[in-house]
C-alpha cells in the first residue's frame, strides 16, 4: 500500500492528467510514448506508466529497469515483448495481442516489437519514477577497447559496427534505416550484411520533470 506524504485537503493536490500532454519520447508521428508520473499527478502513489504507440516492426529498444517491475498491456495491434531470465539465461518470447498482458520482473533486460501497425501498448510499473538503462547507451558509452579486449573481439571491427549509435534510441530503428533486403539485392546480393542507421535524437526530452528534469542526469528514469 503506497503511503505519501499529501495533504489531501489541500488546493494542490491533482487527481487528473492528460497523457497526450505528456510527452516523453516522439520518433514520428506514429512511433511515440508518453508518460505518466508523481510529477505529472501528484497524487499517484507508487506506480507510472508509459502510453506507447508503434508501427510494425519498430521496437522499444532492449533496457531495463532498475527498480520497478513492468507489466506491458496491449490495447490495440500486437507485439512480441522479449524478456531475459536471468535465473535460467534463458530468452522468453510472447506475443500478445487486445487485452493480455506481459510482466517483466524488476531488474530483467527485455524489449517490445510492434507486430501490426497502429500497435498501441501500456506499460504498466510499480514505482512512482522508474529508473532506466538502455542499450543503446551500454554500447555507445562503454569502451570500445574493453569491450574487444573482455570478449576477444576486432577493436576495429566493433567500433565501426557501433559507430552509427550516438545517443539514446528509445524507439528504433529510425526512418532512414536502411531496408536490409534491400542493401542485400543491391550492395551485398550474396551476404545478408546491412548497416543501421539510428535517430540522433537524445534521451533528454522525458517526460516532465521529475521534480528536475532527470534525464539529464546520469541516472536516467523512464
Request: charged share 15%; net charge negative.
Amino acid at each position: 500500500m503506497a503511503i505519501l506524504d499529501i495533504d489531501f485537503s489541500s488546493p494542490d493536490v491533482e487527481y487528473f492528467s492528460d497523457l497526450s500532454k505528456n510527452n516523453f519520447f516522439t520518433l514520428d508521428e506514429n512511433n511515440l510514448i508518453n508518460a505518466l508520473g508523481r510529477n505529472n499527478l501528484n497524487s499517484l502513489g507508487n506506480v507510472s506508466l508509459l502510453d506507447i504507440f508503434l508501427s510494425v516492426e519498430k521496437v522499444v529498444e532492449p533496457h531495463y529497469h532498475q527498480n520497478a517491475s513492468e507489466l506491458v498491456y496491449c490495447i490495440t495491434g500486437s507485439a512480441l515483448v522479449s524478456l531475459i531470465n536471468p535465473f535460467t539465461k534463458e530468452l522468453n518470447e510472447f506475443t500478445i495481442e487486445p487485452g493480455q498482458v506481459a510482466n517483466v520482473p524488476q531488474g530483467w533486460w527485455h524489449y517490445e516489437i510492434a507486430k501490426e501497425d497502429n500497435t498501441h501498448l501500456l506499460a504498466i510499473f510499480d514505482a512512482p519514477y522508474p529508473q532506466v538503462i538502455l542499450g543503446s547507451d551500454l554500447l555507445r558509452l562503454t569502451p570500445k577497447d574493453v569491450l574487444a579486449h573482455t570478449y576477444c573481439l576486432d577493436e576495429d571491427q566493433i567500433t565501426e559496427a557501433l559507430s552509427p549509435i550516438q545517443s539514446s534510441t528509445i524507439i528504433g530503428p529510425s526512418n532512414d534505416c536502411a531496408n536490409p533486403a534491400e542493401l542485400q539485392r543491391t550492395q551485398q546480393p550474396m551476404f545478408n550484411q546491412y548497416s543501421r542507421q539510428y535517430p540522433v535524437t537524445p534521451y533528454y526530452p522525458g517526460y516532465a520533470p521529475y521534480p528536475q528534469n532527470p534525464y539529464q542526469q546520469p541516472n536516467y528514469r523512464y
